[in-house]
């Protein structure tokens, strides 16, 4: 073994595994003191596995290789070597700062090889994501791991705004990059959706081609909202260009369930006989869109703001919501859709606390517009 370039004699590491947590007990064996005068590198070489280089910088010992951080020195005094995790298959490094004049290193002969370990278990996912991976899984789709912490850790920030199943019923956060997967409703099995026309279906969302995407998210306006309490959202990671639309309409302009996405480069947002305007955009609208419909008013949110609030009157449309063009096949649209979300009122706080959660999604993903 060597400190900073300079062989010690005496080590004689053997190999050994770990599957979850690992803790050796070093404080009988023997211990070298060494005095700092800077950042102090030990490594030590193996025929199986190469190098391994250790660099204590400061106070916290943390052991990284890869992807994975998580092999610490325990105690303080470095008596005990925690090992949680795995994968070594290359050099690794001990980081840390140290604030003392000395660096103790306990070693114990025949334990540290550092080890071929197997995989550490996988974080545990909260039932419902795993409920709805596995709807995505049977239907012939698939997660990247990215994905899946994105997704996870979207659900755990709905139940934090006491929104998902409650209010928000059905939600597509159109990952997987197939129909397959893309499909399903991230709440429940409910509101399984259907594409129709030529979607391009790519790790950014849905792609529309402005003639003949369609997709029916099976949720009808009129049977699972009232016209006191709805909200409709929608994510469109790339920009519509041409007239688009989505949503519940018939043709009776007091019951608008619907939204223009660009009408003019204008989003417009309608709700029972009205609309309110949140964007306007001269290179085709794309955002964060959501619209509250709570006792007479309607709210418009824009990109994590409150846009304008209105009254209104009227009814609620008897049509599903569509994404990429009108329930009455009508303003097919251009753009990505890279998320979508229908149910029931929420309060301003949900409100905000939906468009963090969504835009937090996104952004791991590297798809966010703001």
């Not at 590491?13 to 800077?38: E, H, K, P, W």
């Not at 303003?331 to 979300?341: C, E, I, L, Q």
Request: include cysteine; charge should be negative; hydrophobic fraction near 30%.
């Amino acid at each position: 073994m060597k400190i900073n370039g300079v062989e010690i004699g005496g080590f004689n590491f053997a190999s050994y595994s770990v599957s979850g947590t690992y803790t050796q007990s070093l404080a009988t064996d023997n211990v070298i003191r060494y005095n700092l005068t800077g950042n102090t590198k030990l490594e030590y070489s193996n025929a199986n596995y190469g190098l391994y280089n250790f660099m204590v910088n400061a106070g916290t010992y943390s052991l990284n290789l890869g992807t994975y951080s998580n092999y610490n020195i325990l105690s303080s005094d470095l008596t005990t070597i925690g090992s949680t995790g795995s994968g070594l298959t290359g050099s690794f490094t001990l980081q840390g700062t140290y604030d003392g004049d000395n660096m103790w290193i306990t070693y114990k002969n025949n334990f540290i090889n550092m080890p071929v370990a197997s995989a550490p278990p996988a974080p545990a996912l909260d039932a419902d994501f795993e409920a709805y991976k596995t709807r995505v899984e049977g239907a012939g789709g698939s997660l990247s791991s990215t994905e899946i912490s994105a997704g996870n850790q979207l659900v755990l920030d709905m139940k934090s705004a006491g929104i998902f199943g409650t209010i928000v019923k059905a939600a597509y956060p159109f990952i997987g990059s197939s129909a397959a997967a893309q499909k399903q409703n991230l709440i429940s099995s409910n509101f399984t959706g259907t594409f129709s026309g030529s979607w391009t279906h790519n790790s950014n969302g849905i792609v529309g081609n402005g003639t003949d995407t369609k997709f029916d998210t099976g949720f009808n306006m009129n049977d699972n909202t009232t016209l006191n309490s709805a909200h409709y959202g929608f994510y469109l990671s790339q920009r519509e260009t041409t007239t688009a639309a989505i949503g519940a309409y018939s043709g009776d302009g007091s019951k608008r369930s619907f939204a223009f996405t660009n009408l003019g480069n204008t989003a417009y947002l309608e709700w029972g006989d009205t609309y309110v305007d949140v964007v306007t955009d001269a290179s085709g609208v794309y955002g964060l869109g959501l619209l509250v419909a709570d006792s007479g008013t309607m709210y418009g949110y824009y990109n994590g703001s409150l846009i304008n609030s209105i009254a209104y009157g009227g009814g609620v449309e008897s049509n599903n919501f569509t994404y990429g063009c009108r329930s009455d096949d009508n303003s097919f649209g251009n753009g990505t859709f890279a998320f979508g979300t229908l149910g029931l009122k929420m309060s301003s706080t949900q409100s905000t606390a939906y468009m963090t959660a969504i835009n937090t999604f996104q952004t791991t993903l590297s798809r966010n517009t703001y």
